[in-house]
């Protein structure tokens, strides 16, 4: 066997294995929350705290909101406990789709729109990676993410955010999002050429 198919192979069983560890471990945690051991939910928000931050945060770009609804959307998850179905998605999964749904909802709202005209806190940007080195090399990941905001539809920041920021891949964000995997791969496709387009404009 090829050398570079084996080595493929081999990391799609190690990540494979490593998301039904995840998955088992998240669902261990889930039972004892759910047996009245509710302190153990603490583990939950720890491990996700951060990610979930970084999300929110992206969709937002203010700092004082993104702490209020990253409470918001743990305590709706604690509250929702019960109805999560490991069979159907990893917790990781179903976290993600409650705090996407969530922000969505608090982005059209008339709190949020308040807000709007303010300049993004991008000094608190989580994910300094760059998107698709042979355009962006050397540009700020804020300029990227005003880019988006400008550019973009919510659904489109949303896909982009959660594949390149959260590191979700295609499956894990149909999932989320409960949209099929052509439409992400469409999304990310033209998302990029938008910004590809606003960024050459600019130079």
């Keep these: ?3 570079h198919l084996l ?3 081999m990391q799609k069983c190690y990540n494979t294995s490593e998301r039904m560890m995840q998955m088992t471990d998240d669902t261990i945690v889930i039972g004892y929350v759910l ?11 720890n491990k996700y705290h951060n990610e979930i931050f970084s999300f929110v945060f992206n969709m937002l770009g203010n700092y004082d909101d993104t702490e209020d609804l990253l409470q918001e959307i743990f305590m709706k998850t604690y509250n929702k406990l019960k109805t999560y179905n ?3 998605s990893s917790f990781r999964t179903w976290l993600y789709r409650i705090a996407s749904n969530h922000t969505i909802n ?3 709202s008339s709190a949020y729109r308040k807000h709007s005209n303010s300049e993004v806190e991008t000094s608190l940007l989580v994910g300094e990676e760059n998107i698709e080195e042979e355009f962006i090399k050397d540009r700020q990941i804020s300029e990227i993410v005003k880019i ?22 295609v499956k894990e964000i149909s999932e989320t999002l409960e949209i099929p995997d052509k439409t992400i791969y469409k999304a990310l496709k033209t998302s990029i050429e938008k910004i590809k387009e606003e960024v050459t404009t600019n130079d």
């Design 1 to 3: 066997m090829n050398l």
């Design 35 to 45: 047996s009245g051991k509710t302190e153990h939910f603490g583990t939950l928000m």
């Design 86 to 88: 490991s069979e159907k």
């Design 148 to 169: 988006m905001k400008r550019k973009l539809s919510v659904k489109h920041q949303k896909i982009l955010i959660l594949h390149y920021f959260s590191g979700l891949n």
């Design 7 to 9: 080595e493929v192979q």
């Design 106 to 108: 608090y982005l059209k």
